[in-house]
């Protein structure tokens, strides 16, 4: 085990975190969840080094997902969404965070010192999807987690696409390496659903605010003629 694997077990799971406070919305204080929150931060971070110790990379990948999915069931009662709509943050996290990995595995090998620079890439990743979710699509983040039925399939079938390469390997450095175009590929169609999801979501508000103000100036034009007649 080295440093380096602990900076980005400690990295990872904080922006997971953060990331997942930005797209639901809390129930209870905040004192309150961060200190569940830190518990099960804390708990991830000694699996972790757990297999860091035994040098066992593949099986942490996996347990990982299984443990964060875990976690999004058990920590649905700190948090105001009903079920679905938090399975689709839960699923949406997930998806993130697996996006990330793949990025930070692939874009680490152009910096000095790699080992670490994959941390500061998961964080930067990161730092820019939670950016992005709170100045610009979090009104139609929102507005998508309310049409769960629609959309939840989405954000489950790319999760089960994702998780696939994963789950099916024997060993996982050895599948980044060989399904290299195919993840990518799929990071690509990843950003390109959730940004149809978002522009579509953001037309549809648009002709539901043009009707709105349609319907305000005929309401206001009957009233008028009422008036005068």
Same mark, same amino acid.
């Given at each position: +085990?080295?440093? #380096?694997?602990? !900076?980005?077990?400690?990295?990872?799971?904080?922006?997971?975190?953060?990331?997942?406070?930005?797209?639901? *919305?809390?129930? #209870?204080?905040?004192?309150?969840?961060?200190?569940?929150?830190?518990?099960?931060?804390?708990?991830?971070?000694? !699996?972790?080094?757990?297999?860091?110790?035994?040098?066992?990379?593949?099986?942490?990948?996996? &347990?990982?997902?299984?443990?964060?999915?875990? +976690?999004?069931?058990?920590?649905?009662?700190?948090?105001?969404?009903?079920?679905?709509?938090?399975?689709?943050?839960?699923?949406?996290?997930?998806?993130?965070?697996?996006?990330? =990995?793949?990025?930070?595995?692939?874009?680490?090998?152009?910096?000095?010192?790699?080992?670490?620079?994959?941390? =500061?890439?998961?964080?930067?990743?990161?730092? %820019?999807?939670?950016?992005?979710? *709170?100045? *610009?699509?979090?009104?139609?983040?929102?507005?998508?987690?309310?049409?769960?039925?629609?959309?939840?399939?989405?954000?489950?079938? !790319?999760?089960?696409?994702?998780?696939?390469?994963?789950?099916?390997?024997?060993? %996982?450095?050895?599948?980044?390496?060989?399904?290299?175009?195919?993840?990518?590929? &799929?990071?690509?169609?990843? %950003?390109?659903?959730?940004?149809?999801?978002?522009?579509?979501?953001?037309?549809?508000?648009?002709?539901?605010?043009?009707?709105?103000?349609?319907?305000? +100036?005929?309401?206001?034009?009957?009233? +008028?003629?009422?008036? &005068?007649?």
């Amino acid at each position: +085990m080295q440093l #380096y694997d602990i !900076l980005r077990s400690l990295v990872t799971n904080a922006m997971l975190i953060a990331l997942l406070f930005t797209l639901a *919305r809390p129930k #209870y204080r905040w004192r309150t969840l961060w200190t569940v929150l830190a518990a099960i931060v804390m708990l991830d971070f000694a !699996l972790n080094i757990f297999f860091y110790l035994r040098n066992d990379y593949t099986t942490l990948a996996k &347990l990982d997902i299984v443990f964060f999915i875990l +976690m999004g069931v058990a920590t649905k009662s700190l948090f105001q969404e009903t079920i679905m709509p938090w399975l689709f943050n839960c699923f949406t996290v997930m998806n993130v965070y697996i996006v990330t =990995v793949i990025l930070s595995y692939y874009l680490c090998g152009l910096f000095p010192h790699p080992y670490y620079a994959i941390t =500061v890439l998961r964080a930067l990743l990161f730092a %820019v999807a939670i950016a992005l979710f *709170r100045k *610009r699509l979090r009104p139609l983040y929102r507005q998508a987690a309310e049409h769960w039925s629609v959309y939840l399939f989405v954000a489950v079938g !790319l999760f089960m696409n994702f998780t696939w390469y994963f789950i099916s390997e024997d060993d %996982v450095e050895r599948m980044l390496r060989t399904e290299f175009v195919s993840l990518l590929l &799929l990071v690509l169609l990843a %950003v390109l659903v959730y940004l149809a999801i978002f522009l579509s979501l953001r037309k549809a508000l648009q002709e539901s605010a043009l009707r709105e103000e349609n319907l305000k +100036m005929l309401s206001d034009r009957e009233l +008028m003629r009422q008036r &005068l007649t």
